[in-house]
């Protein structure tokens, strides 16, 4: 089924998560992203269509799958096993795979069947103050999609969380998401044009703008909005950048933010899915960043008066 703005294709539905907003939450991820980030985390995430991943390690090298695939398209010689040119998605590797080493990425699911899901762990939400949480990917790539799905959670008494890029329609937002939503955790990754651009494929300006609007009415209509900025060696995790994004957040009266510590344990899904690791070989983006370092970012907030 192809993605549209009211079936997005969803990664996963993950339910005992306490790193996605408060209490325990259960976080839906969905596929497709406006940006293209060269750190992204989830690089799963970032088209809206459909891909297999091959996970050399649970493979038991069995053949199986190569027995069943009517296009000839995967072959241990190759560097990333299958041939995305040849391969046409029909998913009978997947099926045959006895280990779990081939999986579909990206599944149709209804607003329906995901409320039936985390429905089970409403109990955990009510006693830990959790809810849900819409991550991906960018849920605001699908306003109508979301919008729904947010409006049947707050109906059944779930608190809601959004993690956006900010890089949206934002009559569109206001109409379709920002009225079910109780809090936004919006990202801020590089504040220079042309830095975002570079990095992370798309101009800023419509982020900034988007961010500077909802933080003059979040106050007044009861909602959170928290930016946070991922630190990303060489990257955004500098001084200049930093300081930049806390005095844009100074301007708007904004005390208080998120510096995420950069994860380097995402490199591997990019040959799962078929892509060149576009950091092989740069040592400083294959481990975390030291404590040092992370000390000396929050103190450039700190400087500035903004809690992280």
């Known amino acids: 089924m192809t993605p549209s703005a009211s079936e997005p294709l969803i990664l996963d539905v993950k339910g005992n998560s306490l790193d996605d907003g408060p209490g325990i939450r259960s976080v839906v991820f969905f596929k497709g992203c406006p940006l293209s980030c060269v750190w992204c985390h989830n690089p799963e995430s970032k088209r809206t269509g459909p891909e297999i991943s091959f996970d050399p390690k649970p493979c038991v090298g069995c053949g199986t799958c190569r027995d069943v695939c009517p296009e000839e398209a995967l072959s241990p010689d190759n560097p ?3 041939d ?3 391969c046409t998605l029909c998913y009978a590797c997947v099926e045959a795979c006895p280990s779990g080493a081939l999986s579909r990425v990206g ?17 955990f939400f009510d006693t830990s103050g959790g809810g849900l949480t819409l991550s991906g990917g960018e849920p605001t790539l699908f306003m109508e999609f979301t919008g729904r799905l947010l409006a049947a959670a707050r109906g059944a008494g779930i608190h809601t969380l959004l993690e956006t890029c900010g890089f949206f329609d934002r009559d569109r937002f206001l109409e379709q998401v920002y009225p079910h939503v109780d809090a936004i955790y919006y990202d801020l990754k590089l504040y220079d044009p042309a830095a975002h651009q570079k ?3 798309v101009p800023n300006k419509k ?3 988007n961010f500077r609007h909802l933080a003059a009415r979040v106050e007044q209509d009861g909602k959170t909005l928290l930016p946070r900025t991922p630190l990303i060696p060489e990257i955004t995790a500098t001084a200049t950048n930093l300081r930049q994004i806390a005095d844009f957040l100074k301007e708007l009266g904004r005390r208080q933010a998120a ?7 995402w490199h591997d899904k990019t040959a799962q ?4 690791d576009p950091w092989a070989g740069k040592a400083v983006m294959k481990t975390f960043l030291d404590k040092e370092t992370l000390r000396k970012c929050h103190a450039i907030f700190a400087e500035k008066g903004i809690e992280t």
């Open 107 to 123: 599944e149709p699911m209804t607003v329906p069947a995901i409320m039936e899901k985390i429905m089970a762990d409403k109990p």
């Open 207 to 209: 982020i900034l703008d």
């Open 273 to 276: 899915i078929g892509q060149a």
């Open 259 to 265: 510096l995420l510590a950069y994860n380097p344990l």
């Open 84 to 86: 995305r040119d040849r």
């Open 80 to 82: 990333y096993y299958i």
């Open 199 to 201: 990095d992370c494929g």
